[in-house]
């Protein structure tokens, strides 16, 4: 990826900045506003309001419609540089826009980016809802510790699935699997990568964390949008290139590209 960096940032660069400002909308830093009150002991009767606005989808309010065109672009951004690094790594090259074979794997790209984010919210909705059950606790500030705890926990739990699948589209548009038979043989691919698995499955709510509590600090100088950015740049270039490298680890064959730079 670093070595090919600046052939890939011009492609992830608008959906990164289309889901910033997504999220500079919504503020997801709510949470550690949340973690906040918590600590400083500012829990009140309304946690539950709070929960929801904070993890729900309600946190998106009125502009829900920035948030999906930001998925739609995300998912057109990882079509594009799913079959470009595909093409490169089988060949050692690569067409600047290769258009044709984007629009082929798009629609099954944005199904699973849809996939993945309804699953997230109705995990986090399912952690909230939580909230109500146990509210014979009658302490508000244990409820949402609990809460907090799970969430943590649900993270770690979808982070881990999505691992087990980080390798269906290299299966479905290298090895031409079906599209249920490419999950299923990366799922038992990747189970055998225990490492890796609870390495990223750990590291990712934390890198997270971190993330967020950037943006909490930077928030008054209208500066937690360069953050948001920095990190799903980040984030939507490196997942497609590891996918590809996991892949090639296991499965994909000697790989063409070892020793060039992209398009030289």
Known sequence: MFRNLLHLLYITLPAAALMAFAAYLYKPSAEIDLFVALVTGKIGEDYTQLLLQSFTVLRYGKYWWVFVIAVVALALASAILLAKIDRHMRTGQMSVLPMKRTSAIFPFVLLYVVACIVASELSTLVAVGLSFLIHFIGNASAI?????????LIRVFTTYVF???ALT???KFSENYLFNR???????????KKRILWSVAVCYPLLRVIVLSSAYLLAPYKLDILVYAAAFLLAFTYVPCLSYKLYYDDVGGERRDVGRIMFG
């Open 163 to 165: 691992m087990l699948l």
């Open 169 to 171: 589209f290299p299966l």
């Open 182 to 192: 490419a999950m299923s043989y990366s799922a038992r691919l990747m189970f055998r």
């Open 144 to 152: 949402v510790a609990i809460v907090l705890a799970l969430m943590a």
